[in-house]
């Protein structure tokens, strides 16, 4: 299928269709965004001695794994221009780095064969990049216009904005100061009722890039429900904390309880990630940003909450988490009549399934694992690049995640 023209436009989420031109742009913008992010969080670390390698998934891996993951399913995969139906467990190329699949495989960084392999510095990190990059563009300068094609490019893209937001919650959790500005307060606005239809749920095959979690396209009946127009803001979650939310076994899902014993052991465990104090009498909150504790306003949404807390607050509320369906529907539908989303990632009541019909494309993600056992996340954050907001678009994360720029919003019983 002819890939079909789009206006030069990097931020639209219509870049999912975007064809050579635009999508040359739009990658070298990628890399540079995860370029300046790079510099922010580990620079200064650099300055003061070696950059030590971090364990598990950090921001110096998560560097070389946006090369490796171009690399790999672009310059290294001889049958990528078949797109979704190339085999995705066929022979790659060797790579420009003899260790990369080590160092910056999926599983995460592994040992090298070698002994003498060591680790990566900055340095070489960041020649990886560039050099990866440049045989990605020289690549699609000779790649036809057609969405087979072109499948790999669009998804290296969509991989290294997420990867760029990943850096974003890595500064979060270090506390490394970014020019990065959290959401403010919302306008309030009554739930709203969203009347009983059919629902085309997910995105159709093409045209453009559609991962394979988000087809195929099937219809939903979908009953009448009410839905809050923005996410659950702080001045209501305090009133959940000063009632002694995290204290009442029955507001719980059994392993929410579970998990927030583990947490308590831990001395943490009465308030959202990153809350240094809430001051049940006044109701002010005090959160971690960027390595500042900051105020929070009462309209402003509740942020870095997991979805056992998400859900104990539901049921505290005497509401629930909508489903995904709701969630897609009013964002869909809902927009003109207030519904608001993109400020956060919205918890939803639904575990990861796949959808009627689903067919595994060559490169899994989180599908592969999440399938039954992680939670569904709509919409987006603050740190969300622009162009990777679709209202359709499925994000799955375990129950216990709070590293998030994560909120949510409730339904009706």
């Not at 100061?177 to 085309?200: C, D, F, H, K, S």
């Not at 997910?202 to 939903?220: C, I, M, S």
């Not at 987006?380 to 209202?391: I, K, L, Q, V």
Request: charged fraction near 20%; include cysteine; glycine fraction near 10%.
């Amino acid at each position: 299928m002819t890939a079909t023209p789009l206006p030069l436009d990097i931020d639209s989420p219509d870049i999912r269709r975007a064809g050579r031109d635009l999508l040359s742009v739009a990658l070298m913008d990628a890399r540079n965004h995860t370029l300046n992010l790079a510099a922010q969080l580990l620079d200064p670390l650099a300055a003061g001695g070696p950059t030590p390698w971090l364990q598990g998934q950090g921001p110096e891996w998560l560097l070389g794994h946006v090369g490796w993951f171009q690399e790999r399913w672009i310059a290294r995969h001889v049958l990528h221009q078949q797109g979704p139906a190339a085999d995705g467990q066929a022979a790659r190329l060797a790579s420009i780095e003899p260790y990369a699949d080590f160092w910056w495989g999926d599983s995460g960084p592994g040992d090298a064969p070698d002994p003498q392999a060591g680790r990566p510095d900055l340095g070489r990190v960041r020649a990886y990049l560039m050099n990866t990059l440049e045989t990605t563009l020289e690549l699609l300068e000779r790649t036809p216009e057609t969405d087979a094609a072109l499948h790999f490019f669009r998804l290296a893209l969509l991989h290294e904005d997420m990867q760029g937001e990943r850096l974003i919650e890595r500064a979060q959790a270090w506390g490394c100061p970014l020019a990065i500005e959290p959401p403010g307060p919302l306008a309030v606005r009554e739930p709203l009722l969203v009347p009983a239809t059919r629902w085309l749920r997910g995105l159709p095959a093409g045209p453009g890039l559609v991962l394979d979690k988000e087809q195929p396209a099937h219809v939903v009946e979908v009953p009448e429900f009410e839905i809050d127009a923005q996410p659950v803001r702080w001045s209501q979650f305090v009133e959940f904390v000063a009632d002694g939310g995290y204290d009442r076994q029955e507001l719980w899902h059994p392993d929410g309880w579970v998990w927030l014993q583990a947490q308590s052991s831990g001395q943490g465990g009465r308030a959202p990630r990153y809350v240094e104090q809430i001051g049940v009498a006044s109701g002010a909150v005090l959160q971690s940003r960027f390595g500042s504790a900051r105020r929070m306003l009462g309209a402003q949404p509740v942020l870095h909450v997991s979805w056992w807390e998400a859900d104990a607050w539901c049921r505290w509320a005497g509401r629930r988490l909508p489903a995904e369906v709701e969630w897609e529907l009013a964002a869909c539908t809902a927009q003109r009549r207030g519904f608001q989303w993109g400020v956060v990632w919205e918890w939803t009541g639904t575990t990861a399934r796949p959808y009627p019909g689903y067919v595994p494309g060559p490169w899994p993600g989180e599908a592969a694992h999440g399938f039954g056992r992680h939670k569904v996340l709509r919409g987006a954050s603050f740190a969300t690049r622009a162009r990777m907001r679709h209202p359709r678009a499925r994000n799955f994360q375990p129950p216990d995640a709070d590293a998030l720029f994560a909120g949510f919003r409730s339904c009706a019983q």
